[in-house]
């Protein structure tokens, strides 16, 4: 499964949901993982990722995107608003 999210204005991405290998996210077990990879700032993205639920962007720049399961360990409405967020900076671009 993948599917992306573009911003129809400027056709930048801003989303793309994928099922992954979870080793290729940096979990040490067998198996797949439903994640979403969204923009976020540098700084942010050092502060926020905890390799448990955020990650460093898979597929993605790893400097810009980051990675988030998607098994319920983050709250839906901070997903939400990290896609608010992710969407707002593909506008910039």
């Known amino acids: 499964m993948f599917k992306n999210y573009y911003n129809k204005d400027n ?4 989303g793309a949901l994928l099922i992954a290998q979870k080793s290729k996210i940096g979990i040490e077990e067998e198996g ?3 994640i979403i990879d969204l923009l ?5 993205i050092e ?12 597929h993605m720049n790893k400097k810009h995107w980051i990675t988030i399961k ?4 983050v709250n839906i409405n901070e997903i ?3 896609i ?3 969407y707002n900076l593909s506008i910039n671009k």
């Open 11 to 14: 056709n930048k991405w801003y």
């Open 32 to 34: 797949s993982i439903e």
């Open 40 to 44: 976020l700032e540098p700084e942010k």
């Open 47 to 58: 502060k926020i990722v905890d390799n448990y639920r955020y990650f460093a962007g898979y």
């Open 70 to 73: 998607l098994d319920g360990s």
């Open 80 to 82: 939400y608003e990290l």
């Open 84 to 86: 608010d967020n992710s």
